[in-house]
């Protein structure tokens, strides 16, 4: 994983969208110079697209399924979005709070340019809080809480086409809160050439799904149980909206893997993981990958164990015996569940260590045994 | 063998007494009592005559403590002043009121540089007409301004870093609240306010915010420095909030104080309810936002939740 550096950042900056300030007031919209350093109050403002306003100045947000009513200058679940007299704003659009260069196979996506770089980029936020979350020193911060740099959508794409980085990635903290973002950033990405990927919990509403997913060459959704207790307990969400965000994923064409973290004990028996592929395979088919990775002890999910590695193994024989094609273990770097085979002939097609491809045998898309297409974006 | 103590000892012992106790939540010296003075706001002005104010917070603190703020507090303490400002100007704690109070800790003994009165952010104080001191003056005002702790730590619902304020600097607490209402929790006054002791706050107002408030209040860093509760009802708002909305806003003219924060809110909900059937608009209940996590702070030991078993005690 490399780091751009800030000269680098901001270089791309200046040749990237022109500053806009409009003065703040109640309910003003202002924009920081670009490339700033944004830290404390000093935040960008920009209404939010997904909204309806109610009596009494109120709104309800309709980006995702909390459908947060927030009452004036109070902010939604997410923490990024605040009533200001009755006009919704996103405080993040542009306002990235980690800007990096990694692997697709960080993501992952294992079906998505393999070996290519992806410049990925997140802002501070979440809409649900997991208790086992990695990257909570982002996602459960506030933007005012967390050091940010001002990138508009031009500049990011404008960076990465500049770098022959082929692809932009929002990730790390969850893209759904920054939405807009997004949107503007793909559409940026695909003026230049530059296509862009999602890494998100799919907790989102349909039709703002829908409004962005044209713009998107894949989407990686964590489906992080297949239970609603689970979703209650462990992730202040809800299962089933997520099953419906990744059907229309799947519908759109967008290219979708799917990730299982499995946390011992939680969301890792047999019964679960049998449901959860046996849903995948008949309701989006049995060619979309599903990531079954390790979790690790953290944030506030300190007492479990890392999980064993013979779970990761069952999950991944009992995904392949329910008829999926692409069954995959994460985060267990060597293994050979990391590694694409020919669900035709068993050829490996791709071998991986952890977020590296040391080999790719594909040709066109294509088995150089049997000739099965193998589905995925390759080039 | 036992002895008369002269009059010169006696308050000397029972100072002492009160420091071998250390009161916080937990040692709740009058359940259920709240203390109110009045103190009309100033016709034309929101400033308050500040010789009025003094006596007013004075009074009502003597009344809730049975004697003098020394018996809340001692010279040794670092008392953290966490006032709610997010109404701004308009709909925030009084300055010359929270002055009042650094100034009865000041004359206990408490040095200026361990008066620290505080809230999320310094913006938010300063729009509500503090002053930022950071060094000097009578007493420190500043934002928690994200110096908070590196890691979450849990109580009950709740997972959040609290302001190291709060965990590591502070000796003893005071939430200086006003009273409104609340769009999602029903009422703020005192315990809705510490929800600024903790970074993640927005993840909390599912449920009328029940049980996650009773939560931070039950959480050792506050239950065990939390001496005291004030809340600045010169002006009050019955609906509309937690932002300030001049139409919903009511001349109260009264200080309130308690060391059971639990009934200080219960106070508070009795106070909005009765203003909110004056104007014939539905109770807090029956707009879907009542006050649940009193119930819940009262089942955890925290005080009274009860409104109807609050006694109302003019100081």
Known sequence: ?379 | MSREFSRRELPLILGLGALATRPGVAAVREPGRVAVAKLPPSPGSRTLDRAAAGAALSSAITAVAGGPIGALFRPDDTVGIKVNSLGGAGMSPHPELVEALAALLRGLGVPPQRIIVFDRSSRELQRAGFTIRRDGGAYLCHGIDNDYDSEPSTSGEIGSCFARLVSTTCTALVSFGVVKDHDLAGVSAGLKNLYGLIHNPNKYHDHNCDPYVADVLNHPYVRGKLRLVVLDGVVAQCHGGPAWRPDATWPLGVVAASTDPVAADAWAWRVIDAERARRGLASLEDAKRPPRFLATAARYGLGVGDPAAVKEVLA
């Open chain 1, 1 to 379: 994983m490399s780091e751009l550096d800030r000269r680098t950042l901001l270089t791309a900056a200046c040749a990237g969208a022109a500053a806009c300030f409009l003065p703040r007031a109640a309910g003003a919209l202002v924009t920081p110079p670009v490339g700033s350093v944004i830290s404390g109050e000093e935040l960008p403002a920009r209404e939010a697209s997904w909204y309806k306003r109610l009596p009494e100045g109120r709104v309800e947000c309709q980006l995702c399924p909390r459908g947060c009513q927030v009452a004036d200058a109070e902010r939604g679940g997410c923490g990024v979005r605040e009533n200001r007299a009755g006009t919704y704003v996103t405080l993040v659009h542009g306002v990235a709070c980690s800007v990096h260069v990694d692997p697709i196979e960080k993501k992952p996506f294992f079906h998505v340019l393999p070996g290519a770089q992806a410049l990925s980029y997140a802002t501070a936020g979440c809409n649900v809080e997991c208790k086992f979350c990695q990257n909570w020193e982002i996602s459960q911060f506030r933007p005012e809480q967390v050091r940010a740099q001002y990138l508009p959508p031009e500049t990011l794409a404008e960076v990465a086409r500049r770098n022959g980085v082929p692809l932009l990635s929002a990730t790390y903290s969850e893209p759904v809160v920054f939405w807009e973002y997004v949107r503007d950033t793909a559409a940026a990405g695909r003026r230049l050439g530059v296509r862009s990927t999602v890494v998100s919990n799919g907790y989102i509403q349909e039709q703002a799904l829908k409004d962005v997913l044209p713009n998107l060459a894949a989407m990686k959704v964590d489906l992080k149980a297949f239970s609603e207790r689970f979703y209650k307990e462990l992730v202040r969400g809800e299962l089933k909206p997520v099953l419906k965000a990744l059907e229309v994923i799947r519908a759109s064409g967008t290219w979708l893997e799917i990730v299982v973290l499995l946390v011992p004990g939680q969301n890792d028996s047999e019964g679960e993981v049998r449901d959860l592929s046996r849903w995948v395979k008949r309701t989006l088919g049995g060619d979309v990958p599903v990531h079954f990775t390790r979790f690790h002890p953290t944030y506030r999910l300190t007492n479990l164990p890392a999980t064993p590695i013979p779970t990761l193994e069952r999950a991944w024989q009992i995904a392949k015996a329910e008829g999926l094609a692409f069954p995959y273990m994460g985060n267990v770097p060597g293994h050979p569940g990391e590694n694409t085979t020919c669900p035709g002939c068993g050829t490996q097609l791709i071998r991986r260590v952890g977020f590296q491809v040391l080999e790719n045998a594909l040709k066109g898309g294509r088995c150089p045994q049997c000739s099965r297409e193998i589905p995925g974006v390759w080039s």
